[in-house]
Structures are given as C-alpha cells and as structure tokens.
C-alpha cells in the first residue's frame, strides 16, 4: 500500500507539473494562479500546496526537470569529432534547432523561460545559475572547437575564438528567442542548414582578427 501510495505522489506530481507548463505557457507566469493549475489538473488547490510550496518552487521544479538551450547544445557536442571541428559544429547547432521545432515541449518550456517569466522570483536565481554555468562550459567547449579548427587549418592562428564564440552564441540565442516569438513565421528546421552554413562560411572566409578586435 505506501508503495502505491508513492507511485500515486509522484504521479499527481508529474500531472501537476505538465499542467503548470500548460498553464504558463498560455497565460505567462505572472498571471498564472495556483488554483489555474489545480483546476487544469483535475484537483484541489491542496494537492498542489501538498507537492509544492508556492508558485516559485512549483516553476524551480519545472524548469529543474527541463533541458536548457545550452544544456541541448552541450548533449550535442559530446558527438563533436576532431577531424572536421568545424563541420561538427555546424551539425551542432543545426540537431539543436531541428530539436527545438520537433519538441513542443522544449517550446513550451523555453518560452516559459525566456518570453513568458514576467514574475520569476526565487526560481529565477536557480535559473540564472544553472544558465550561467553551463554557459560557461559551454563556450569553453565551443572555444575548444575553434583551437582544434586552426590546428587543422579551417580558421587562421590569429582568429579571436572568444568573439568567434561570441558570434555563433548570439546567433543561436537570438534566433531561439525570435523564433518562439512567432513558430509560423518560417520552418526554422528546414531553414537551419543553410542559415549555419552561411554562419561558418563568413567564419571560415573572414574570422574576427584578435588585433582587429582590440582596435
């Protein structure tokens, strides 16, 4: 019976959680009351103070089970090889974004993030942490990439890999970003190759020079 009884918990959970993703996605968070996502649930204000604390620990637990851009990013450069870095990046970023359109929830749960987080509070600090440092091994991995590329001769040795990283991560975080603001727009998965390639060839062609940068 208590194991049934735990099975029951962590189910009610999950159904709460997928309610609440529901819910903040279609009315923001700041709007978003608890009795909305009892009720898209199935059940009482109570089942939701019973697994969650209040609002924000409901979001941290949300976002907690979700895989950030950058954390999509960073599964994607385990599969990076060394004999072509820059074709492996290419491939990178475009499994990230065709990833993005086939997920409705990956959808759901960075608009969440990024375009509906009118009122984070104490969610947004375990956010912002857990963004900034995967982040950072990110771009460590990515300026790994670039180091690897000029040793086989696909950037030149005076490239400046930190504005070359800085370049694809804007465009990537951009294009997440204006893309969720309108799906419709285009097919970001069919367009990705070719805005990639178009990407790494100006960076093949003509990288950011270190004493450029520094002028």
């Not at 995967?134 to 690897?148: L, N, T, V």
């Amino acid at each position: 019976m208590a194991r049934k009884t735990k099975e029951e918990a962590e189910q009610t959970r999950a159904a709460l959680l997928e309610a609440a993703e529901q819910v903040f996605f279609v009315k923001g968070v700041a709007r978003t009351t608890l009795d909305d996502i009892a009720s898209a649930a199935g059940m009482t204000r109570g089942a939701v103070y019973w697994h969650f604390d209040n609002k924000d620990d409901l979001l941290t637990a949300l976002f907690n089970q979700a895989t950030l851009p950058k954390e999509a990013m960073m599964i994607e450069l385990d599969k990076c090889s060394d004999a072509d870095p820059l074709g492996a990046l290419r491939q990178m970023f475009v499994n990230s974004l065709v990833l993005l359109v086939q997920s409705k929830q990956q959808q759901r749960i960075f608009s969440i993030m990024y375009l509906k987080h009118e009122n984070l509070n104490g969610a947004s600090n375990g956010l912002s942490q857990r963004e900034q440092q995967c982040g950072e091994q990110c771009e460590a991995r990515i300026q790994s990439i670039f180091q690897k590329a000029i040793k086989v001769g696909q950037l030149p040795a005076d490239a400046d890999l930190h504005l070359s990283q800085q370049i694809m991560k804007n465009f990537f975080v951009g294009t997440v970003r204006e893309w969720l603001l309108d799906p419709e727009a285009y097919a970001l998965d069919k367009a990705a190759p070719a805005m990639i390639d178009s990407l790494i060839t100006g960076l093949r062609s003509n990288p950011p020079k270190a004493d450029q940068a520094n002028n």
